[in-house]
């Protein structure tokens, strides 16, 4: 088979969601090894994940490993190139509903001990610790910005292949530091692939998959990442 820029950011997101959601589940399911293991081990993971993802992606063939669409977006904004939107966020959600259903997989006999159905759907999407639409909507397109700002700092004379370990902690700096209000989306294809799944999946005792709460961190990031490009462009970077 060929590698391609469409299997790179599936496989990628693949990988991303099935390690990121994987410690959420880990720490929320009850009866895992990991449960209650805190916020520190989620955005530990979370980075690792991304780490693992950008690194599959560009095995893969997709070299620029966006793994999200914001970041597809907003380098379409910028280039004014949009070629590459519609097949990159497709590849994205079939990768994130994949991922995710292996999450579902994996942890299979844990979903029916688990009673909380607020759990099992934060294994698979985000929520606000406070539900505030304005407030929610801003958390989203600061971190959003601050992943496009900062991931678009990294000079172009790294060493090769060091570049996914910077993308794997600055994306574990924005967790620590800004995910506490929403969980820290930044990547709408992390949420609506993975939600997505939480709805099809014959999940024991789920509850609703909140889609009154889904634009947030579709719409959140996306604005983020407009916001961030233009900034850049504003000082030609």
Known sequence: ????????????????????????ANILLKGSKGENGGWLVVTTAWAF?????VFVAQKFGSPDAHLNPAITIAMAVKSGDWSNVAPFISAQLIGA????TLVWLTYLPHWAITEDKGAKLGVFATSPAIRNTTSNIISEIIGTFVLIVVSNSFT???????????????????????GGPTGYAINPARDLGPRIAHAILPISGKGTSDWGYAWIPVLGPIVGGILAVLFLNAFNI
């Open 1 to 24: 088979m060929q590698t391609s820029n469409f299997i790179g950011e599936l496989l990628g997101t693949l990988v991303l969601i099935l390690l990121g959601d994987g410690v959420v």
């Open 49 to 53: 994940a991304v780490m693992c993802g």
């Open 97 to 100: 509903f994949l991922g995710a």
């Open 156 to 178: 172009a004379d790294l060493p090769n292949g060091f570049a996914p370990y910077l993308v794997g902690m600055l994306v574990w700096s924005i967790g620590l530091s800004l």
